[in-house]
């Protein structure tokens, strides 16, 4: 008798940007396995709307990205769902829209995002 294989658990993952200098949270974003969704807040009164872009590779292969709008109003967390495969890997990084000067993204000096796993 044979039993069905367990379905791979999902992990979560959590990426913060930071105000400059400082360890002042300026947004955060979530990748919540359980559901497939993103999460995004604003944390602080640093720059305007916080962003989230991710990147997901499909079973076939083809690339899945696209970037999540988040809104001014600190405190209020907007989620976006998706129905990414189970297992798969997500890459996500947070950033905040300034007004002058490069956007800060949560992303490290190497560029390496933050993953998930759906």
């Known amino acids: 008798m044979t039993a069905a294989s367990p379905a791979m658990a999902g992990q979560d993952a959590l990426a913060r940007v930071y105000v400059d200098g400082t360890n002042t949270i300026a947004a955060e974003g979530k990748f919540v396995s359980y559901g497939d969704r993103f999460e995004l807040t604003k944390r602080s009164s640093y720059g305007n709307r916080p962003y989230l872009e991710y990147k ?61 796993y759906a």
């Open 56 to 116: 997901y590779i499909r079973i076939d292969g083809t690339v899945q990205e696209g970037t999540h709008w988040g809104v001014s109003s600190i405190g209020t967390t907007v989620p976006f769902d998706h129905n990414f495969g189970e297992g798969r890997k997500v890459a996500f990084r947070v950033c905040v829209q300034v007004d002058f000067g490069w956007d800060p993204c949560s992303d490290d000096a190497d560029g390496q995002w933050t993953i998930g």
